[in-house]
């Protein structure tokens, strides 16, 4: 599991997804995006660049240990 902050400085969190998922082929991986918007462009957007789950920010803990016990 990876969850990635859309606005990093430099490579930007979609861009990274998108090499990250070029890197892994078809070994497993979970991307979740995390951002602090959430329309549903900002959504697509993320789903198009690899992400399975786009988590608009501030996110908790219980949050993140739900989703992650919820994957397969």
């Not at 990876?2 to 400085?9: M, S, Y």
């Not at 979970?30 to 462009?41: D, E, M, N, T």
Request: aromatic share 4%.
């Amino acid at each position: 599991i990876a969850v990635l902050d859309i606005g990093l400085p430099g490579m930007g969190g979609y861009q990274l997804g998108r090499s990250l998922r070029a890197l892994l082929g078809t070994h497993p991986c979970r991307l979740i995006a995390l951002s602090g918007y959430g329309q549903a462009a900002d959504r697509q957007r993320s789903g198009e660049a690899g992400f399975e789950q786009h988590l608009v920010k501030p996110i908790s803990p219980d949050q993140v240990a739900r989703l992650a016990l919820a994957l397969p």
